[in-house]
């Protein structure tokens, strides 16, 4: 197991388009995190799954914003009618099911909306 | 609400000195505290927390309740120290979510 994976690692898309990302975790991790972190500034939490089950959800992540994570394992983040305010780096993470459990990052999939 | 201020965008010590990285915190409970490091064209790793109380790359780290701190050390730095350096929090009742300083980019000179 390489880590936490994120695809596409780069995306370019016109505004009022949808986009969608896609995080496969560590495969033991039953926790997945989104992340979206802007130039400049440190990470800011979007949503959170544990196993299939999103839990929390930010007050940033507008109803443009959709994640998913099915069956436990991979998890998808969708936007909708993309605006240039989206731009930045959404990154994810997962981590063990325990109160300590360290946070892994993917490499994060940067959007650019022109 | 919670808050993870560090209060330089960028340091830049010579190579052998001491470094020391700021985070303030603002939380009235027990906190999670961390600092996670990212190395150019590599992803966010952890780099130590607080209950661990250990030292990683000679880095250590103490939480002060008292002054709401917990700065990141090191007596001698390296150049294979130049990165960014954030602090997170986590809370009670947070669902392990971290809050984040905005980071500290290091720069270690020759």
């Known amino acids: 197991d390489t880590g936490v994976s994120q695809d596409p690692r780069h995306k370019i898309t016109k505004r009022g388009q949808n986009v969608t990302f896609r995080c496969d975790p560590i495969s033991e991790h039953n926790r997945l995190y989104w992340y979206r972190q802007t130039l400049g500034q440190g990470p800011e939490f979007l949503t959170y799954f544990q196993n299939e089950a999103q839990l929390e959800k930010s007050r940033l992540l507008s109803d443009r914003f959709s994640a998913e994570r099915p069956k436990g394992s991979f998890s998808t983040l969708e936007i909708q009618r993309t605006e240039q305010g989206d731009s930045a780096m959404y990154l994810c993470?997962?981590?063990?099911?325990?109160?300590?459990?360290?946070?892994?990052f993917g490499p994060g999939t940067r959007l650019l909306v022109l | 609400a919670q808050r993870v201020t560090q209060p330089e965008k960028l340091l830049s010590v010579f190579k052998g000195a001491p470094v020391e990285l700021k985070c303030n915190y603002s939380y009235s409970g027990s906190p999670e505290l961390f600092w996670y490091v990212q190395y150019s064209r590599q992803r966010l790793q952890l780099l130590l927390r607080?209950?661990?109380?250990?030292s990683i790359k000679g880095f250590t780290a103490d939480l002060n309740k008292g002054e709401t701190s917990f700065h990141l050390k090191k007596p001698f730095a390296q150049e294979e120290d130049s990165a960014m350096y954030y602090c997170a929090l986590r809370w009670v009742d947070s669902n392990y979510q971290l809050i984040w300083g905005a980071g500290t980019k290091l720069i270690i000179k020759p």
């Open positions: 993470a997962s981590s063990l099911g325990t109160s300590f459990g360290t946070q892994y």
């Open positions: 607080h209950i661990s109380r250990e």
